[in-house]
């Protein structure tokens, strides 16, 4: 429910509700976390309930602002539904079978032994850093895009998907300055062993080379999806994730005993073919 009414939010080009909701609700779960955790003693149980309450919270502080504008059903058809089907549903698979994809990389990561999975998570909660941001950068693109599209100004679309590139890109170059220079530092901030923070590093020099990469792949995707364009998107996206990642997992991972490393290189790989692929689509205009 939050994330529908977010996303309508953004249509509306209201950003701003939506973060001032999640703001409260994250400072709440840190307190609530600290309640039920510490002072009563309920472990993982009570930081279970508190993001129950933090999500209810956030969700509810978003209702009271669409309220304000109504929320009456009256207008709603069946061709509304027939076009939310049409544009959900090639996103919706290809949001599966990608994090299908990526959970398979996990798992073959974890068959490696535990230092091994131990410095792919460290690496994964560090980009989220760079990946976060720069989806955001992403999505705001894909809202104008179909904004401009729905304008009938298809003119808009590359000059405003080359504007989000360039903002996504500049702080993501930022991210590849800080990965190389403080790989190691980050890794020994998670207090793991020496063994892990070997592995942790050189997987975080792997992400250092693809940060702008998948700044462009992300940006991509997004605009493609804002023309409305979701088949493109989810096909281009579905085929790289399974015919780059597993495999190389497989063979340079585990065949030729480069662990985690492996699968961070088919990760590279992935995101450079994708962005390419992508951007190649977009720049054709097939959506048109």
Not at 9 to 16: C, E, H, I, L, Q
Not at 182 to 194: H, L, N, V, W
Not at 238 to 256: D, E, F, I, R, S
């Amino acid at each position: 429910l939050f994330s529908a009414l977010r996303e309508a939010r953004y249509g509306k080009g209201d950003s701003r509700s939506s973060m001032n909701a999640s703001v409260v609700a994250n400072v709440a779960n840190i307190g609530i976390n600290w309640l039920f955790v510490l002072v009563l003693g309920w472990g993982v149980r009570g930081s279970a309930w508190a993001t129950v309450i933090s999500q209810c919270l956030e969700l509810g502080l978003l209702v009271v602002v669409q309220v304000r504008e109504g929320t009456s059903l009256r207008g709603v058809r069946r061709e509304h539904f027939a076009s939310l089907m049409r544009v959900g549903l090639p996103s919706a698979l290809q949001f599966t079978l990608e994090v299908g994809s990526f959970s398979l990389l996990a798992a073959l990561i974890a068959s490696m032994g535990s230092t091994q999975m131990a410095a792919h998570q460290i690496a994964l909660q560090t980009i989220h850093l760079s990946f976060l941001p720069a989806f955001a950068v992403g999505e705001a693109g894909s809202v104008l895009v179909g904004n401009a599209v729905g304008a009938d100004r298809d003119d808009l679309v590359m000059p405003l998907s080359w504007a989000a590139m360039r903002v996504a890109g500049a702080y993501t170059l930022l991210c590849t300055v800080v990965l190389v220079l403080f790989a190691s530092p980050i890794a020994s901030a998670f207090r793991a062993g020496p063994d892990v923070r070997v592995v942790a590093t050189h997987l975080l020099w792997v992400a250092a080379g693809f940060q702008v990469l998948d700044a462009a792949n992300i940006v991509a995707r997004c605009s493609l999806r804002g023309t409305g364009d979701v088949r493109a998107a989810a096909v281009i996206g579905v085929l790289t994730a399974w015919c780059m990642t597993p495999p190389t997992t497989l063979v340079l991972g585990k065949l030729l005993g480069l662990g985690a490393l492996g699968g961070w290189l088919g990760l590279l790989g992935e995101i450079a073919l994708c962005g390419a692929l992508t951007w190649w689509r977009l720049s054709r205009g097939y959506w048109k």
